[in-house]
T-cell receptor
Framework: EDQVTQSPEALRLQEGESSSLNCSYT??????LFWYRQDPGKGPEFLFT???AGEEKEKERLKATLTKKESFLHITAPKPEDSATYLC??????????????FGQGTTLQVKP | SQTIHQWPATLVQPVGSPLSLECTVE??????LYWYRQAAGRGLQLLFY??????ISSEVPQNLSASRPQDRQFILSSKKLLLSDSGFYLC???????????????FGSGTRLTVV
């Protein structure tokens, strides 16, 4: 069964304190791994898509990396406005016609000034 | 550009009452459409998806149903709400499998449903 596990569930950082969020996955043929940001009471907002092991993508203070078993979202020198829940999701090749994504539980990040 | 609209934003309904949540997409045709539910402190659970008009697939047995009466309209319904139906409902669309390269979803703003 395809599965996504994110850790930690919650993370509190001081402004400027860099850290990483983990997304471990089990999928029958990874087609893509997605990272989303979700602010309270709002829909998730797309951040990155990674397709193959070794791939990296960056956006401002965020950098996503991918291995064959997990993905990391690195946050460098975070600011309070980076506080949000970060969701990881995977799509299997078997879902290529439907686009179904399987989501992890999310990591809630709080950055204190 | 493509946009997705979802309403209402907030809804409080008594147990046993009916439900209708609507989602529409603009700026694209023949999208894949999805309904997810997010319980407090939990991840997103896929409820229904549709790859075309009148085509609905259900992921989990439940008290809810979905319909797609038009290409860019997706409706989530219930005849009688249960307390356990409370949650944050999200509609999303993707172009997967339709000749587009925009993998992943674009989400609506969500509906907070509280059943009392």
């Amino acid at each position: 069964e395809d599965q996504v596990t994110q850790s930690p569930e919650a993370l509190r950082l001081q402004e400027g304190e860099s850290s990483s969020l983990n997304c471990s996955y089990t999928v029958s043929g990874l087609r893509g791994l997605f990272w989303y940001r979700q602010d309270p009471g709002k829909g998730p907002e797309f951040l990155f898509t990674l397709y193959s092991a070794g791939e990296e993508k960056e956006k401002e203070r965020l950098k996503a990396t991918l291995t064959k078993k997990e993905s990391f979202l690195h946050i460098t020198a975070p600011k309070p406005e980076d506080s949000a829940t970060y969701l990881c999701a995977v799509q299997a090749w078997g879902s290529s016609n439907t686009g179904k994504l399987i989501f992890g539980q999310g990591t809630t990040l709080q950055v204190k000034p | 550009s493509q946009t997705i609209h979802q309403w209402p934003a907030t809804l409080v309904q008594p147990v046993g009452s009916p439900l209708s949540l609507e989602c529409t997409v603009e700026g694209t045709s023949n999208p894949n459409l999805y309904w997810y539910r997010q319980a407090a402190g939990r991840g997103l659970q896929l409820l229904f998806y549709s790859v075309g008009i009148g085509q609905i697939s259900s992921e989990v047995p439940q008290n809810l149903s979905a319909s797609r009466p038009q290409d860019r309209q997706f409706i989530l319904s219930s005849k009688k709400l249960l307390l356990s139906d409370s949650g944050f409902y999200l509609c999303a669309w993707s172009g997967e499998g339709k000749g587009r390269s925009n993998y992943g979803y674009t989400f609506g703003s969500g509906t907070r449903l509280t059943v009392v």
